[in-house]
């Protein structure tokens, strides 16, 4: 047969369930409280929020949104036409201002090979020229040109050097082995040329590695 709970037991029963019941009471105040602190703490949040929006809208005034500004399409201009009458017009200057009549044998020195240098340019630079001491920075070849392809090719290849800032140049007119007489036809008018340049301060023979008679070394002035 069961047996059945007595008086004592029954007392045993109710005080455990009592205390379960205090315990779970416990935890839901706790859980209250939690929630309570983080709705605190969530309502502080948005009202420190709102008094910043606020102090920044009193301070700054109504925004207004801007209106996109149209953007303007970029214009292309097509380049300016060549000046071809301009150009042809300064070639026929510029083979006017070398002159095949200017007298230049006072200019050049009684040397092997009829040296030239500016009064302001020292001895011992033309002499460091003659030597092959300055580095060659360009050369022209004139072999098979005709006087006024020359002069022309001669211009400006002194005025493209000028611009680049080269010092030294060798220019090579040949020794005239093709010409009638045997002579170097193109040398004494390159010397003509050159020693109107401006920007021509000195030139030689060139060494005999450089060219020797058939070619002259010449030294521009700095930029």
């Known amino acids: 047969m069961a047996k059945r709970a007595g008086p004592d037991n029954a007392g045993i029963v109710k005080s455990k369930d009592l205390k379960d019941l205090g315990a779970l009471r416990d935890a839901l105040r706790a859980a209250e409280a939690e929630a309570a602190v983080a709705r605190a703490r969530a309502a502080a949040e948005a009202a420190r929020l709102e008094e910043e929006r ?9 925004v207004k949104r801007l209106k996109a500004a149209a953007k303007a399409a970029p214009t292309v201009r097509p380049p300016a036409p060549e000046p071809l009458q301009r150009e042809l017009d300064e070639q ?30 020292g001895p011992d630079v033309l002499n460091k020229l003659r030597r092959g001491q300055w580095a060659i920075q360009g050369q022209l070849d004139l072999h098979g040109l005709r006087r006024d392809e020359a002069r022309d090719a001669l211009s400006e290849f002194i005025r493209s050097a000028h611009q680049h800032g080269w010092r030294c140049l060798r220019v090579v007119h040949g020794k005239g082995h093709g010409s009638p007489g045997k002579e170097p036809v193109l ?37």
């Open 92 to 121: 026929a200057a510029l083979r006017e201002a070398l002159s095949d009549e200017v007298d230049i044998e006072t200019l050049l020195l009684t040397d092997d090979g009829l040296s030239y240098r500016r009064p302001d340019v």
């Open 54 to 62: 606020h102090v920044f809208s009193h301070s700054v005034g109504p």
């Open 187 to 223: 040398k004494a008018k390159v010397q003509r040329w050159l020693a109107q340049r401006r920007e021509v301060i000195a030139f030689a023979q060139a060494p005999g590695p450089q060219g020797g008679a058939g070619a002259l070394v010449v030294l521009l002035n700095a930029r």
